[in-house]
């Protein structure tokens, strides 16, 4: 057998002695390879990070311009004029949020999955419909020229922003795409963003629902499942709507009226949800010691890192104003040059969604149609086509309860709906002049309170395209081709509802007034009013005001409207002798009434609330469902009025067959609170609000990312106080996006608070500024801070 060469005692030994240089030697290059590739990937992170200091020459400015940073990074920007100021806005914001006013201008236009790919090519179809990149770029058409020149100075900035950095934005990295330039049209689709959010995706699906409900039940029983709720109305104008009559059993009878029919199983009825809103509220200077208004803002929309709003002071000469500069401080949305909510020093203004009615099905069997090949580009895969049915009216979008097509009229849809006209609130000097612009501004129609230096404080509804009705129910799909039938114009300037002469004013996307005025303005989902009522209520227990008791009040999580449910929660469960629902009864006995996130009693009887609302309204739902399939109760339309009346009366009539009796019915829903949460870990007794309500605040890629990598550009998972129907809006990912209190003329004393931070690259010393005291509840100061970085912008 051959058993090779042994090799000499020497050479063995040498060999072994080589074995741990080599191994050294590997592992210093593959150390010096990671060193290597973490350096390049610092470096191509790094490079898009924004210039912060020294000079950098441009094109398309007037004279030189300065943006000064403070160490949260408000960007304070000083020019010569206001086009220079546009023009170096849209510096900062093409250098620190392209890729956001990139998503923004794309979810509008329909046009995401040309970034991202397949996933989104749903969202894609859903917006195509509309048309709004047509729609914006005739509206940019037909601006004044003022305007339009301006927004050819900020889209000028935002690419010189862009330009000047030297890698794209980290997210385009990862996307491996590249970003395209900014357009003046994409402007206005920033503004068309704000349309689909705050008209809910411009979908119209409460007039649909109405309609089908309509179609299902008497009139009578519609009218009584969606009244408004009395009690919690708190409008500044009119009075609380009466109690909506009880439906008798010659009405409906759910208890015979399917004999013959196989129950179906219980309908899903989904929880309420938060939906875009606000709160507003203003004192006049009656009420502080300085003799100026206040004004306070918390604007409630998606939360995400960053968040919506970019914190700015702009600064240029202006004759009319304090000392010849005009300095207005509040937030900018990125993708536009205006000042969205804040001061000018003369003036400070906020806004709420107002729930007006903003669109119409329009019954369209005979109109004659014009087809539009939509072509959706996807990321990595073939293009989509979409036909795009448009009439006069607008898109055929839906089908009546008799089958016939359905063409959605919505001022989102009209040209005329968008314009830079807010921008002359910066100018306005007192609450008149603001009042007299508010008619004119291009964006959807929202609630606006006003507050000036001298004192005075008023309300009006700003937005330039509120339909004039003329001879259709605009509740329900209606028939338009009669003369004389349909949208008869716009709502004259002179003729907007307006209150002044107030001491104290509210807004909470309730109903705000009555008569004439609600007939012009429509229901298109009012808030319940609870939200609205706290806030008028905590301004009533006060006699006086700085801006820091504006906080208290948007800080107020008391659960003042769950309070009569845990009452009915504890009069059920002591009619009950289940002995599994004791530790229910015990945890809720003592009521904390605040949504705080230690709290377990909150959390148990918001879930009994929950259950009930969800076993009340099912046979209803069932109804409707089969004859039309797919319905579910659309979040716009409150049910609070309704499901409380019946639990209290108790209607043999209108409780579902599966319950022997309305107690039965309350016994299942406390008995299920125990069922779904008293399973998990440690029971009920480990169920905390603050466990439910745990921030999700995210970056819109960050879900693609590997969990480490994730924590890097998001913000902390932590419980967070607050919940919906009360002063506090909160949800994981859902809130204040920011909360400002604000004393024109004494800017130096008011607050603004935003989450998410002004930055979303991790390598930035802004990203999650300011969040901390977001979350705590802390006053963060409305200007800006120290000087921490100056860049010179030279023509």
Known sequence: MNRGVALPASTASRRRRRWPKVVGTLLVLVLLLVAGVACYGWWQLSGSLPQLDGHRRVAGLGARTTITRDALGTATVEGANRRDVAFALGFVHGQERYFQMDLQRRVAAGELSELV?????????????????????????????????????????VNAGLAALRVPPFEYLLLRQKPTPWRSEDSLLSTAAMYLDLNANGENEREMALAQLQATFPRVVVSFLTAPDGRWESPMQGVASPPAYMPESTDLDLRHADAGITPAPAASVSPEAGKPGSNSFAVSGKLTGSGAAIVAGDMHLGLRTPDIWFRARLRYPDASAPGGMRDLNGVTLPGT???????????????????????????????????????????????????????????????????????????????????????????????????????????????????????????????????????????????????????????????????????????????????????????????????????????????????????????????????????????????????????????????????????????????????????????????????FPGFA????????????????????????????????????????????????????????????????????????????????????????????????VQAPAFGASERFGIMPGHEGISYL????????????????SGHRDWVEGRATPLLPGQTAHTLELDP
């Open 117 to 157: 790919g397949a996933g989104a090519i749903d969202r894609d179809l859903d917006v195509r419909r509309h048309r709004l990149r047509s729609v914006a770029q005739a509206a940019l058409a037909q601006l004044p020229e003022d305007q339009r020149s301006m927004l050819d100075a900020y889209r000028d900035g």
């Open 337 to 627: 040059p205006a000042l969205v909510a804040g001061s000018n020093g003369q003036v400070g203004w906020a806004f709420t969604n107002s729930y007006g009615d903003w669109a119409d099905w329009v019954r369209v069997p005979n109109e004659k149609v014009t087809h539009y090949d939509e072509v959706i580009h996807v990321q990595g895969a073939a293009d989509r086509h979409l036909d795009v049915a448009q009439t006069r009216f607008g898109p055929i979008l839906a089908r009546d309860a008799d089958g016939a097509p359905l063409a959605l009229s919505w001022i989102g849809q009209l040209p005329r709906a968008y314009n830079m006209a807010l921008m002359k609130l910066e100018q306005a000097p007192n609450v008149d002049a603001a009042l007299a612009i508010a008619p004119l501004a291009g964006i959807p129609p929202q609630n606006a309170l006003f507050g000036d230096t001298r004192g005075h404080v008023a309300w009006t509804i700003v937005g330039n395209s509120i339909p004039v009705r003329s001879d259709y129910n605009a509740l329900l799909p209606s028939d338009w081709s009669m003369p004389g039938s349909g949208w008869a114009g716009f709502l004259a300037p002179g003729d907007y509802p307006r209150i002044t002469g107030r001491d104290r004013l509210w807004t909470a996307n309730n109903r705000v007034v009555a008569g004439r005025d609600l007939a012009v303005l429509g229901d298109g989902g009012h808030d319940v009013g609870a939200r609205a009522q706290q806030i008028a209520d905590d301004l009533e227990a006060r006699a006086s005001f700085a801006p820091g008791d504006m906080l208290s009040i948007q800080l107020d999580d008391r659960a003042v409207f769950l309070t009569r449910w845990q009452q009915l929660l504890q009069a059920t469960l002591k009619r009950s002798n289940d002995e599994g629902l004791s530790q229910l009864r015990v945890l809720t006995e003592r009521w904390s009434a605040r949504a705080d996130v230690g709290n377990v009693d909150y959390r148990l009887v918001r879930a009994f609330r929950d259950n009930v609302r969800a076993a009340v309204l099912a046979p209803f739902v069932e109804r409707v469902a089969r004859r």
């Open 633 to 728: 109760w659309p979040h716009d339309i409150s049910t609070e009025a309704a499901v409380w009346a019946m639990v209290q009366q108790q209607p043999p009539n209108l409780l579902d067959p599966r319950y022997a009796d309305w107690n039965d019915l309350l016994r299942a829903a406390a008995q299920k609170v125990v069922d779904d949460l008293g399973s998990q870990p440690g029971g009920l007794a480990a169920r905390t609000w603050g466990e439910a309500n745990t921030a999700a605040i995210v970056h819109p890629l960050s879900r693609a990312l590997p969990p480490f990598l994730a924590r890097l550009i998001d913000m902390p998972r932590e419980p967070l106080p607050g919940d919906r129907d009360m002063p506090r």
């Open 753 to 768: 608070q935003m989450p998410g931070g002004q930055s979303d690259h991790p390598l930035s010393p802004f990203h999650g």
